[in-house]
């Protein structure tokens, strides 16, 4: 069954989705921490500053209230931008879609032919523990180029998968071009 | 605390909780303006781009209940302070 995919990304007819894969959830995590901490000032000021003021009870309550409310919004945000950063791989490419925040959103694609090689990278105490890391992929070209893809879960499983798909696209590439070969000519 | 510092306190104090009522209600209507138009950008993010419907439902009901809670407790902290 084909996979529901974001509404402005198309595939060519018969391209199958091979993987989905998204940020490791200890990145999300790492980037909502700092706002958690954030959303307790509040109640360190309930707990050490109002007993030495004497305001009614209900400004401060508000004020908790707009504060927790704002730190909820950030909060979403963060997930948002998590939730919609992924890399789509299929048999023909690779595709990422990099949601860098609400209004910077970059799309760019990567033909599987392309790809040259593939190193995995887990650098850290926490990446080696939860087994995320980035897959570098070159490519093929003039120029040698380098994608990154960051904190992804089992970097391992992820290579294996994409060699596996150039395999396959190499030991039938023969049969690809003759099919190519057969094909009608637009000028036809 | 010595005694100008106390007073100084005594004085912000009462002046925050003695603003008027008009002006807690502006802050509120403010930031529920904020919170639509921010909300709105949100919710058309995920509906847009989302690959999981049932996700994306979780998601924006978590968000909605949630904050409702906030602005139900601004806005009774507001009703409080007008009727002071």
Redesign the interface.
Known sequence: MQRALPQNIRLQPEEKVLLVVRKHWFIHFMDSIGIVVIGIIPFIFVTFVAPFVSVHAAVPAFFTAMWLLAIWMMLFTVWTNYYLDIWIVTDKRIINIDQIHLFKRDISTLRIERVQDIKVEMHGIFATIFGFGNLQIQTAGPVASFYLIKGIPNPSYVRNAILERIDLTTEHKDKFEYNKDQRPSESE | ?DIHTGIA??Q???A??GLNSSV?MA??LA?ILF?IV??A??IY??F??????R?TIM?TLA?IV??AV??F??L???V??ST?
């Open positions: 605390m306190v005594a912000a104090s009462s925050v909780t807690w802050i509120f930031m919170f921010y909300s950008v949100l993010h995920w847009t781009f989302s690959m999981n419907k996700t998601a968000y949630i904050s906030f602005i407790s601004m009774v902290s507001v409080t302070l002071l």
